[in-house]
């Protein structure tokens, strides 16, 4: 299913940074793969056969579990470039109807079927199996909930990979420097730590191009390494790649063995991190990196380590230091140190984006996203986020300070994502690639069959450390769904509520409603009807802008939008009334608007909506509350108005426009902008009509009336909304909706933060909305 294609020079450099960023937790788990799998009552098992049959269970579970099926089927199955969880289940969701976002419309399944053009027939005729899962309401919800559970255990992995990682390579100190104790080595692994998170903010390019040199002279120094010792200590190992010798370590082990299946799956940590940061990268620089450099390099270093064990058993709880030669110590000490620290950046970075994943798609509150790469639109850094993961990071590391413990927790968080990846690579098996059910139920069984054999052998471990993930898992889970359930309740109750078309017709001068200078964007959730907010806006203060427009802005189960189907635009009520909707579609990876070019782009879709109306182009009639027109930001634009830079302070601009603010108002805003530094660098224009014969009249008055108004300058209009659940609720609705949903968009980011909105221009409408 993998396309293997002669790598560009650009692909080359991709594939250096993924040094850095996605490799370093599957690089460093030599460290403790052999001390975690024989601790505990393993350690009696000190037999050449015990230490052959751990290192073939190994070797099989590098080369099914990472390499043949991530690398080969898994990475196939990305959502245009971007990986993990999220991006399998908006993948199915753009080819079944299984998703449960609200405000979906027609439009933009057109959107994923033109831009997202599958090497899969999509017109087949639906399955009984798929027809079933769409029918049932609780199906697809308990599908979000698998798909939430796997994004938190990845989060949960964020929080013990770092103290993981660190204190396994610190604890090697303790071989040459007898007097540094462990008391010693869990402090500067929390400074270690504190360090490293506080590095995020300079971004993942820069992170990538910092980390990348060292994890490659480890690979190369610890795969070196691996062969002396197997020259040196047993030659002999080469034979345990023989799937036999699995047989003989169950065999000598017993039931021992199974239980010691929690140390062996740690040998593949990181692999689903390594997916999740697939939109960081791309697929074939990331299949390059691992079969051409990780995977080699990690199998000579754990065949060496076998065989250095297999002559020197009593050195298993400290096997990878206790294998360097003597005057490789400290050099490959500071490497194992460092390239600690890199293994902590992989699954940094795939927390943020799942949370910028779950954020889009209406699953997690509102946070700050700073992309921290121009051009490469997935590689961003959330504040709150990181500076959250490093409490928690530290607490696991003051808190356990033993490796094999956290190492009890991070084998059940790896795997649980793992199974939860193949379930959705089930359904994208059947729904997406449109295979035969015979072929998705032998992928599962395969696979999952594996995965759980370990799952439920590292659950064995709960009571020993391996409850933390799943208590930080639960946590974000019901952050998660309250968020989602309140959310998709608040949209219902205004959808529920809108403002008829009839009473918009009302609208007029018999009900004292004064137009005022200006556009009034008015933002709402809603794509069809008018929102309650606008009717309590007017109830209580009967006057409104020259143009209005009601905007929402929405996220679609896409990776991005492309710019020329951004915007929808239509009308509502007669011409007369100069009242718009707009539609402002982002995907998951889309970067969020800059409030200039947003103001002005709206402007010229508006006067685009207006001249292909009159034209009488394929857009149907937009009048009232009907279908609305794709307005493409193509080079059509400027034959319906010309943008010219103009000052802030022009002359023209103050002389020639009417505005709503008086002149003290207006002064008070110069002085606001002045002392405003964002204010100072926006970008002002002017639109201008250019002379045309064959405009139509209405056309022109028409836009010479968004002109105006669009000099006379924007007001945002929000509502300021207090969300409670009615009286006759249950109790865990009023605990969801009353407590938890409350307090999220309390101590979350407000809308207009979110959306940019400049403070000085906003309006907020309160209202209490009973859900």
Known sequence: MAEWKAPSKQALLLVYQSFGVVYGDLSISPLYVYKSTFSGRMFKYQTEDAIFGAFSLIFWTLTLIPLLKYMVIVLSADDNGEGGTFALYTLLCRHSKFSLLTNQQAADEELSTYYYKDHFNRNGAPSPL???????????????????????????????????????????VQLEAKNFHHGMVVFFACLVLVGLFALQHRGTQRVAFMFAPIIILWLLSIAAIGIYNIIEWNPNVFRALSPHYIYKYFRVTGIDGYFSLGGILLCITGTEAMFADLGHFTSSSLRVGFSGIIYPCLLLQYMGQAAFLSKNISAIPISFYASIPTPLFWPVFVLATLAAIVSSQSVISATFSIIKQCQALGCFPRV????????????????????????????????????????????????????????????????VWQKNLLFALGFFLFFGFIELIYLAFAFVKVFEGGWVPLVLSIIFLVVMYVWHYGTRRKYLFELQNKVSMKWIVTLGPSLGIVRVPGIGLIYTELVTGVPAIFSHFVTNLPAFHQVLVFVCVKSVPVPYVPADERYLIGRIGPKSYRMYRCIVRYGYKDVGKDEDDF?????????????????????????????????????????????????ENSEATTTTTRSSKSATLQNLQSLYEQESPQSSQRRYVQFDIPEAEDVDPQVKEELLDLVEARKAGIAYIMGHSYIKARKNSSFLKKLAIDVGYSFLRKNCRRPAVALNIPHISLIEVGMIYYV
């Open 599 to 647: 103001e002005n782009n709206l402007v010229m879709s508006i006067a685009e909506f207006i001249q292909l109306e009159a034209e009488g182009s394929d857009t149907p009639e937009v009048c009232g509350d009907g279908r609305m027109a794709v307005v493409r930001a193509s080079e059509r634009f400027g034959t319906r108005l010309v943008v010219r830079n103009c000052s």
């Open 368 to 431: 700050k996203i700073v992309h921290t790469s121009r051009w490469i639109h997935g590689r961003i850094y959330i504040p709150e986020i990181n500076w959250i993961l490093m409490v928690l990071t530290l607490t696991v590391t003051i808190g356990f300070q033993d490796t094999d413990l956290i190492g009890n927790a991070y084998g059940i968080a790896c795997m649980t994502v793992m199974f939860v990846t193949t379930w959705l690579m089930v359904l994208v098996i059947i729904f």
């Open 130 to 172: 798929k027809r079933f899962l769409e029918k049932h309401k609780r199906l697809r919800t308990s599908l979000l909930v698998v798909v939430l559970f796997g994004a938190c255990m990845v989060i949960g992995d964020g929080v013990l990979t770092p103290p993981m990682a660190v204190l396994s390579s610190l604890s090697g």
